[in-house]
């Protein structure tokens, strides 16, 4: 039988029994000793820990008793970041703190199938925290609702905690392949092919957007104040992280039922992880004392774990490459059987024959701060000829190139700095009111540690890939692709301040092969 | 399952072909005992132990010196400069990429052929002020020992992962992807030095030791960046990809039915 998975705002009111029993369940886990590998702490920690910020929030006191080196070893600061692994460790996350939630659950005389919501901010009227976790009270008053945190500030820094839309989108669902490049083009689904990657430099497609962007919004705050969610070694802390990335691993299920999806990675490294290759293991503590070590491939089927949920319908709009192909001049029938051709073979890793090239890049490093920056990127005239090439060619049934914006060795000391990115807004104009102009919106999930050099991280910052193929073709369709230089609005949601020391040590554009 | 398999780019072969000619030079050099020129002749092997320094100079001008040292590092830092290569060829024009490429390797080879003086004269030295082999040995033995665990080692291997911004376009470009070479060879040098030096003190098993300081130099390159702190480092990764194929075959990991309540 499988546990199912539903809407947090569709369970039947703010306090559903679900929703009061995940309550009850992280009260239990709160009240652990931080060295018990079931304790809520210890479970955060298996996200990521830096114990003076955890101090500074107020989750390490002077009596805390650290766990064993070999438990700390074993499960700590385990999270994959900037990885193919992102989605398949988060998936076995998920299901060892599930676990553990209704393990005690049960033993507070709760139901046996009680199943983890999520938090689709997608839906109309649902970008709302959900009320019991904006609430310090209980439902009958009382105060110590352990699902609201103080130290969430959310987008606007005051406390009202929301998703904007306009800083969010499902664009990644749009990519066909799972694995992305690394080198400039697509950065996949699912993200690119690392080793055991606990903050690796490029994030994946869903990682960037909607993922790393809820964490900063949700989560709000700078680098003094800290919003728990904004930072990965504290957003495992906040009990609506877990809402949040039963969403995530929702919209894994949802891409996989997009036709031009091609699947998961078949490759041994992805299937076997990377303990297969002599770095850590995904190992989850679970109920009993009992430990859970997995692989990304056992993550891949969902039914098989005994799990489902209750909404994982694609988007109904068109497919992109559909649309796209209709925007360059091909006849709709003929878009549609295109399509479905380029779709490629459903167990393929499709990356191999894709290849990026740069096309243009500014000059010289940019500062990110108040409210925004600007640059300009040189095309080179060579491969900008060969963009338009293959877009006159979509027509005769070639496959056009897309073209990808990177925002290359992004530092930073602010984790939950979010912007958006523009291309080619009129002088004068509001970028908000270019909607058609936009590449995205970025979220600095885990760029301090990026920038310094701690960890696993050689200090180099986080590269973003943002899909502008849909600017670059309203150009080609307008007649103006014939132009020297994009100009790149970088437009922050907050103004920055200069010790958050944003840069973008380089602003670049790649055409991809398809 | 995926099709993966990518035919090599044919700068990796080129890459390939370097360090495996210059591996077989060195491998047949050894036959006719002229392996990198120091090494077989500044030695108790080779050499007698009271030779002069302005003679063992004599001996082994610095030309053949320098091309004796360059030959050994094409060898053993070919595969270390895969991955930066590739950086620089993954950010630059295509039609920039050759250039970007020689220009990063010239900055490279550029330090470590200074390197190659420092280390060559300290072992010159070394040589000429201690005849006795054994100790010199121990001596270089025991400096790469305590460099290897050093907080200052973990900051060479750290740096040697680092992929900075570069320039696309005219002179920024070619400034950058020299200096990208300079700095990275800086930190390899900074990484390794202290196995290269007892590595030319060996004698006629030179060629040996430079195979095993290649493994160790190139396994140990597969770790992560670590935060700087005394500790035993080395090339445990590949001893963990060994141990761990063995565990996941003898024992089965546990299942998620078997754990969950």
Partial sequence: ?514 | MANTARRPEAWLVVLASIGLGAWSMLALGESELTLPALCSAGTPWGTPPSLPLDLALMLHSPAKLAADWALMVAAMMTPLLVAPLRHVRDRSFVRRRPRATLLFISGYAAVWMIAGVALQAVALAALWAVPAPLPCLGVAAAAASTWQVSPAKQWCLNRCHRQPQLAAFGAAADRDAIVFGLTNGTSCAGACWALMLPMLLVGHAHLWAMIAVTLFVCAERLESPAPLAWRVRGAGKALRIAAAQTRMRLAPQGRLREVLP
């Fill in chain 1, 1 to 514: 039988m499988s546990t199912t998975r539903k809407n947090v705002w569709e369970l039947g009111g703010d306090w559903a029994d679900p929703i009061l029993w995940y309550a009850r369940g992280v009260k239990a886990m709160k009240s652990r000793a931080l060295k018990e590998p079931t304790a809520w702490r210890f479970y955060g920690a298996i996200h990521g820990f830096d114990q003076q910020m955890w101090q500074q929030v107020g989750y390490l006191g002077s009596t805390d008793e650290m766990p064993s080196r070999a438990d700390i070893k074993t499960y700590w600061q385990q999270c994959q970041h900037g990885s193919w692994y992102f989605l398949p460790w988060h998936r076995g996350y998920l299901i060892g703190f599930e676990a553990i939630i209704r393990d005690a659950v049960v033993q507070l005389g709760g139901p046996a199938g009680w199943a983890l919501p999520y938090w689709n901010y997608f839906k109309p009227n649902q970008n709302q925290l959900p009320p019991a976790f904006a609430s310090p009270d209980w439902p009958d008053g009382s105060g110590d609702n352990p699902l609201y945190v103080p130290q969430r500030y959310g987008p606007d820094n005051n406390g009202h905690v929301y998703v904007p839309m306009d800083q969010v989108d499902l664009n990644a669902l749009g990519d066909p392949d799972f694995i992305g490049a690394g080198s400039g083009g697509s950065q996949g689904f699912g993200g690119v092919n690392t080793g055991f990657s606990h903050g690796g430099r490029v994030h994946g497609g869903v990682e960037t957007q909607p993922h790393d962007n809820v964490h900063g919004l949700v989560g709000g705050g700078d680098d003094q104040t800290l919003g728990l969610m904004s930072w990965p070694d504290l957003a495992g802390l906040d009990p609506i992280f877990w809402l949040h990335h039963a969403n995530i691993d929702r919209l894994w299920e949802v891409w996989l039922r997009i036709p031009a999806s091609t699947g998961d990675p078949t490759t041994a490294n992805w299937v076997k992880g990377p303990a297969s290759v002599g770095q850590r293991a995904f190992v989850m503590p679970m109920p009993g004392g009992k430990s859970w070590t997995y692989t990304p491939g056992d993550m891949g089927d969902l039914s098989k774990l005994g799990y489902d949920y209750d909404d994982v319908t694609p988007p109904s709009a068109t497919p992109q490459m559909v649309a796209r192909l209709q925007r360059l001049g091909v006849p709709q029938a003929e878009a549609i059987a295109r399509s479905n051709a380029m779709a490629g073979p459903k167990t393929a890793d499709t990356t191999a024959d894709k290849t990026a090239e740069l096309l243009g890049a500014n000059q010289q490093s940019l500062s990110l701060t108040g409210a925004e920056a600007r640059t300009s990127v040189t095309l080179d005239t060579a491969v900008r000829a060969k963009v338009v090439t293959s877009f006159a060619a979509a027509a005769g049934g070639g496959a056009p190139d897309r073209v990808f914006l990177n925002l290359e060795n992004v530092r930073g000391l602010n984790d939950a700095t979010v912007f958006s990115v523009y291309i080619n807004v009129p002088d004068g104009d509001d970028p908000a009111s270019h909607p058609e102009l936009k590449a995205g919106s970025i979220a600095l999930f885990g760029v301090r540690k990026a920038t310094m050099t701690v960890d696993q991280q050689a200090g180099d910052g986080l590269t973003f890939v943002l899909d502008i193929t849909h600017i670059i073709d309203a150009l080609h369709v307008a007649g103006n692709l014939n132009v020297s230089q994009l100009h790149v609005r970088l437009v922050p949601r907050n103004p920055v301040p200069e010790s958050a020391q944003v840069s973008i040590g380089r602003i670049s554009v790649f055409r991809q092969n398809h």
